[in-house]
């Protein structure tokens, strides 16, 4: 069930540069795919740094470890060594501020903005998708 839907938070890829890294076509490496969107996050490269550093010792992969980043009611929360707070990018992308409690979490103060998107009654859907149409190369 997705976080929006069920108000619990999901980790972000398991935690912020804890499995995964992301190395974007130019050297960047990022924790997350998303990461690129966070302002100030300063990612490191590999064309000057080791992997190993980087996920180790750059100040992105160091940014949200732990719990003591976190603000309430993420830190005092049972679930904060399993959801790590939820997304950092999907709290900025929602709150301007990628310290705030992920919105998807009913706990958070920011909640009601996710609940109303969801709540929110929905176009219908139409029945039948109008039919693709191929450009042809050339002339």
Known sequence: MP???DGIAKPCM???GALSLTVAPDGTVHPCPAA???PGLDAPSVK???LEWIWRESRSFNLYPGEEWMQDPCRSCEL???DFGGCRCQAYAL???AT???PACRLSPDHAFVR???DRPRLPVPVAAPAYAYRKEGP
Do not use: N, P
């Open 80 to 82: 904060r060594t399993k």
């Open 3 to 5: 976080d929006y839907v």
């Open 95 to 97: 709150t301007g501020d």
């Open 36 to 38: 690129a969107s966070l």
């Open 100 to 102: 705030r409690t992920d």
């Open 14 to 16: 398991g935690g912020w």
């Open 48 to 50: 000057d740094h080791s």
């Open 116 to 118: 109303d998107l969801v």
